[in-house]
T-cell receptor
């Protein structure tokens, strides 16, 4: 079946540091890939997505590139802010059948001033 | 903007009670979903629905049922609540089943079963 593996947290960074959160997946065919963010006490918000190989999703300074050859979708940001502190979830929907999300376990990011 | 509204943010229920969690979306979406979120386990799919009166089991349906009588509303039912169902429950919706469609989430309902 489908699965998503992302690095365990918490990831602790100082403001303006570079961020990478690793995500790899197992799926048949060409799934669509997503990053969701959850701020404290809130639901999930879509951060970015990519629907085919070599696509780059980007939003709010975050980027991730769909790498079919390494089955990866790593999240990056060049300079994090305190307001980026949240839990980040990598997820996929399969290429055929019902489009339900399969999630990784989430990575908490803590950014200090 | 898409809005997915979960009517109760915080609930405390007793073991054995029947619990209803309600969810409404305002964008005429075909698909609706219920997930639960637990520390260290991430989000797991309980049930989903791709049309009115249609439902499909997700990964962890045991102890739950759902109802979708109207397109905009999707209810999660705990027939007899147990302490291991203490969790955060998230409702979501998407336009249809096309690959790559964004799935939108509500704010979540924190359920404590005592």
């Amino acid at each position: 079946g489908n699965s998503v593996t992302q690095m365990e947290g918490p990831v602790t960074l100082s403001e303006e540091a570079f961020l990478t959160i690793n995500c790899t997946y197992t799926a048949t065919g060409y799934p669509s890939l997503f990053w969701y963010v959850q701020y404290p006490g809130e639901g999930l918000q879509l951060l970015l997505k990519a629907t085919k190989a070599d696509d780059k999703g980007s939003n709010k300074g975050f980027e991730a590139t769909y790498r079919k050859e390494t089955t990866s979708f790593h999240l990056e940001k060049g300079s994090v802010q305190v307001s980026d502190s949240a839990v980040y979830f990598c997820a996929l929907t399969q290429a055929s059948g019902y489009s339900t999300l399969t999630f990784g376990k989430g990575t908490m990011l803590l950014v200090s001033p | 903007d898409v809005k997915v509204t979960q009517s109760s943010r915080y609930l405390v229920k007793r073991t054995g009670e029947k619990v209803f969690l309600e969810c409404v979306q305002d964008m005429d979406h075909e698909n609706m979903f219920w997930y639960r979120q637990d520390p260290g386990l991430g989000l797991r799919l309980i049930y989903f629905s791709y049309d009115v009166k249609m439902k499909e089991k997700g990964d962890i349906p045991e102890g739950y049922s759902v109802s979708r009588e109207k397109k905009e509303r999707f209810s999660l039912i705990l027939e007899s609540a147990s302490t291991n169902q203490t969790s955060m429950y998230l409702c979501a919706s998407s336009q249809n089943g096309a690959p790559g469609n964004t799935i939108y989430f509500g704010e979540g309902s924190w359920l404590t079963v005592v």
